[in-house]
């Protein structure tokens, strides 16, 4: 009978077969120890090192993870699963710039299959290095790729890098080469890339044959309406407009999971609360400007605008104060010590691994959900809330075929005079609170006098003076604003709602205020 093999002379496949064993019994601890020794003794296993790593990774020994896979990457720059575990864990520590040069070097190393190419541009998407995510579409497309996904992938993500003649070449052979197109708001995509003039635009021909198909899901439906809206809305023919955004409203909303009287009694429970006890000690280095409101209220409008000052850095709308506040909603009282850590969490977020600055936007609008949090968390913080007159607030939102669930109360008029009453009396409650720390800023007032008012706010916020239109802007923009950000601040949006009343009467429950 043979004798099992001592620790010393144990094979590499004796001692992948012994390590799993263990992680399949949930012995991580064990596992552990059994990769480290299989990787002293076996230095050069690929399949050994990328156990060990993976498992010092979820005993949150980052670091040795993270040299465990370079060296494995610097024998083996091809190895396609060392460099998605390093890029996760590049990710969890906000080194995005990092993350990029490990994700273009294993491009850069071999050839990849089409689905490793899509799998790269998803990960440099997540990780907001958009211009990286297309180059690498491009890269692939000028070496003969012809897959469909790839050229949506590059069309979307033009779309946002503002290189609106890209948006419609990519997007065209998208459609041409996939029945499944619509399937990826390629659709909506066109139609959010330009204004069109008139009705004689092959788009609008091909948006509504399209509609035709049998064979079309709901996704799809719903983006050829939207786009279809918007068209009509460019040319003024607002009853047409009016008609397909209800259409393209209805197919969302039937299926939307939103509950008004749950958001309700969390508003409701949020101004009931008492303020968190403890406090979190300011970053001497760091001030979050969180910019916050309804939705379609200009808040991309003024994301943008501070994003031109060079001491400011724009994230975007980081998803990380809803989870910590998540995260920290379900203890009753959370310590110092878990505050500390969550605000932590989040400035690294902000900071990230690119040039530092002292300025650092998070335009996530729904934050004034947590505007509380946000106070005990950062106590220099600003926050700019801005405010728009009710009726253009809600028709510009339900004019809007959002992407992400947290606005699926986007597809209901009452739904959204909900959050709108939601967030103006959290806003309130919080300026009675901290309000040295809060300022509203109007949509009329900064399109009215936007120097002047960019001006005002930027010394409240302590940045210095500077002149935003003659500032260089090469932020990505990636919320429904991204055409319109990028054309001359203009007035023509300013009672749009009048246009529409005659067709959607539920307008007239809003003020027309602001």
Known sequence: MAMPASPANRSEAEWLERGRALVLRSDLDGALSTFDAAHAQHPASTDIALALAGLLWQSKQSERAEHVLRALLAAHPAHVAATFLLAKILKEQARMNALATVVRSLIAAAPQPIGTTIQAVELLDDAGRKQDAADLCEAAIAHGSTDPRLYAYSGMLHLQLGDFARVRERYAYAIAHSAQAYDWQVANGLASAQRYADASHADFAMFRHALERSDLSERARASLLFALGKAHDDIGDYAHAAGFFRDGNATVGHSADWSRKNFRRMVAAKLDAKPLAERVA?????????????????????????????????????????????????????????????????????????????????????????????????????????????????????????????????????????????CSKLVASAQKKNGARIRTIRYGDLVADSASRLRELAAWIGLGDFDAAAAPSDATISTSSLWQVRQPVYARSIGRWRAYAPYLPELMQFSDDA
């Open 282 to 422: 300011a970053a001497a280095d760091c001030v979050p400007v969180f910019i916050v409101g309804m939705p379609r209220s200009g808040t991309t409008l003024v994301a943008e605008l501070l994003s031109r000052h060079p001491d400011v850095r724009y994230r975007g709308e980081l998803g990380w104060m809803p989870f910590l506040a998540q995260q920290l909603g379900s203890v009753a009282h959370p310590s110092a010590a878990m505050l500390e850590k969550a605000a932590a969490t989040y400035l690294a977020q902000l900071r990230q691994d690119d040039a530092p600055a002292r300025f650092y936007v998070d335009k996530q609008p729904l934050n004034f959900l947590h505007l509380d949090l946000i106070a005990a968390l950062f106590p220099n913080a600003r926050i700019v809330h801005c405010e728009r007159s009710g009726r253009d607030t809600a028709l510009s939102i339900w004019m809007q075929y959002f992407a992400g669930p947290e606005n699926n109360f986007a597809y209901d008029f009452d739904d959204i005079a909900a959050v709108l009453q939601g």
